[in-house]
């Protein structure tokens, strides 16, 4: 594993190659991860989860979103509000599909975990609908 220096308040990167990613992360993990895959809707171990708690990236373990954040947007996928932190994840233009969207990636290790979107309740009107297998999550 390789780090990089912090710059301006933005996490520590992380790295592996791409061995030590398949070994480190479940395939299902690795496809979504790092292959910028989609789970299935309505399959996903967190998408029911209710518990009080906080939901970190499955590549780095990097605090990505708190569950009060959380809410049923009825998309299949958990969805948040907001991340825990503004330099928690960072935001791509991503045309592919044929769709234009917004990609989000871990800020630490640069793993795909879902798409924003501007259809989300207040107080942001944001929904970010996350990949449940880019996720881990720890009770409060």
Same mark, same amino acid.
């Given at each position: 594993m390789s780090t990089t220096p912090k710059e301006s /308040?933005?996490?520590e990167k992380v790295t592996h190659s791409d061995a030590e990613w398949r070994e480190k992360l479940t395939p299902q993990?690795? &496809?979504v991860l790092r292959e910028k895959g989609t789970e299935r809707p309505y399959t996903g171990a967190l998408t029911e989860n209710h518990e009080t708690g906080n939901? &970190?990236?499955a590549g780095c373990g990097a605090l990505l979103f708190l569950s009060g954040a959380k809410?049923?947007?009825g998309c299949g996928w958990p969805s948040f509000v907001i991340p825990a932190e503004s330099k928690a994840v960072v935001e791509h233009e991503d045309n592919t599909l044929g769709m234009r969207r917004v990609e989000v990636t871990c800020a630490r290790c640069g /793993? &795909? *975990?879902g798409h924003v979107f501007p259809d989300g309740p207040g107080p942001? /009107? *944001?929904r970010y609908c996350i990949n449940s297998a880019s996720l881990t999550f720890t009770h409060e």
């Open positions: /308040g933005a996490p993990q690795y &496809h939901y &970190h990236c809410f049923d947007s /793993g &795909h *975990l942001t /009107g *944001l």
